[in-house]
């Protein structure tokens, strides 16, 4: 595409836009090695120990949908960001930008509904604030959140970390949340309805590490789905990724919807789950522990890391033949986080 001197919708969905939008602005701006390879969270070395730091801001559109709301969102994709760079998840907090006129028995169920999950994922919730905005400015409510959690002695996770012949694992279904999202919006109806994924996977997370398995590279594909994700770990590691399409799995419903409406299920957004890289001798050990957590039970082996070809990624389909697995453009399906 030419260049821009408008920011589109596109620019948010966290393709190939979104990452020429970054480092052209922001990055360009802040110049501090932390930001180099754009991370969801930074790993700081403190007196003591290491600290993973992130932000996020959430702006779905419905602020309900079946499988969760706003609220839940915000701490899940904060914690999700922290537990993924291979942090326990302590602290969080949350700003939210309220739209004049917005229910207070809505904004309640919010809240509610944040508190739950931040027990459910063992953080705390410590700090905040509040602004409300003129009719028609914020479309209801945005939040905006930011979590610290604490890197434990001797773990370390980063794509630097991949080498050929690693494995590349999966905790589940991929486009759940994005397909839910969509279906609420449209008003689509299905015989299974979809339910967003939307859950914290630092209780998986830390059974995997607690399984032994050595883990070299973790991601939560969010925004972009599977697609963004391992474009990027593979980018960022100088490997390319072989995947093979049979083995990744997609939920029958989600195949469906995503067929007639055109789209990829792997480039549909997920909000709890897990793409890991493992060393080969830990790939079984690292499946069974992620296939005994509640959230791993359609946990599978899906690929591996090679010596770097022409391009990234690269789909193994179930007909024998390969194709490219193209970094999203832009957005597909906006407001979905």
Same mark, same amino acid.
């Given at each position: ?226 697609? %963004?994700?391992? =474009? $990027? ?5 100088? &490997?390319?990724? #072989?995947?093979? /399409? *049979? +083995? ?18 792997? %480039?549909?957004? =997920? $909000? ?5 890289? &493992?060393?080969? #001798?830990?790939? /079984? *050990? +690292? ?22 070809? $022409? ?27």
């Amino acid at each position: 595409m030419p260049d821009q001197d408008r920011v589109l919708l596109g620019h948010g969905g966290g393709g190939v836009l979104t990452k020429r939008l970054v480092r052209e602005v922001f990055l360009a701006a802040f110049d501090d090695p932390a930001l180099e390879h754009m991370p969801d969270s930074a790993i700081l070395e403190i007196e003591g120990g290491r600290m993973a730091f992130t932000t996020d801001a959430f702006v779905v559109r419905p602020l309900f949908f079946r499988g969760g709301d706003v609220g839940r969102l915000s701490i899940c994709g904060t914690v999700n960001d922290l537990s993924v760079a291979g942090a326990v998840p302590k602290f969080i907090s949350i700003a939210a930008i309220v739209e004049e006129g917005f229910p207070v028995a809505d904004l309640k169920r919010v809240a509610l509904s944040a508190a739950n999950a931040a027990r459910e994922a063992g953080v705390r919730v410590v700090t905040g604030d509040t602004k409300v905005v003129e009719r028609g400015k914020a479309d209801g409510l945005f939040l905006a959140t930011a979590g610290v959690g604490f890197v434990p002695e001797g773990r370390d996770v980063a794509p630097d970390r991949v080498r050929p012949g690693d494995r590349v694992l999966v905790s589940g279904t991929m486009g759940d949340h994005g397909i839910a999202i969509l279906a609420e919006r449209e008003g689509m109806r299905f015989k299974t309805p979809v339910e967003s994924d939307c859950a914290p996977v630092s209780g998986l997370v830390e059974a995997l590490f607690a399984s032994g398995a050595e883990v070299h590279a973790m991601r939560d594909p969010t925004r972009g789905g599977f697609a %963004a994700a391992l =474009n $990027e770990l593979a980018e960022e590691s100088g &490997v390319t990724v #072989e995947i093979e /399409e *049979s +083995a990744v799995p997609v939920g029958r419903e989600v195949r469906g919807a995503c067929e007639m409406l055109g789209l990829d299920p792997f %480039a549909v957004a =997920n $909000e709890g789950k897990v793409i890991a890289f &493992v060393s080969p #001798e830990s790939a /079984e *050990s +690292a499946l069974r522990a992620m296939r005994a957590h509640p959230l791993g039970a359609n946990a599978a082996v899906v690929g591996r890391a090679v010596g770097k070809r $022409e391009r990234p990624v690269i789909l193994r389909t179930r007909v024998g033949g390969e194709r490219v697995l193209e970094m999203p453009l832009g957005e597909s399906l906006p407001r979905i986080c």
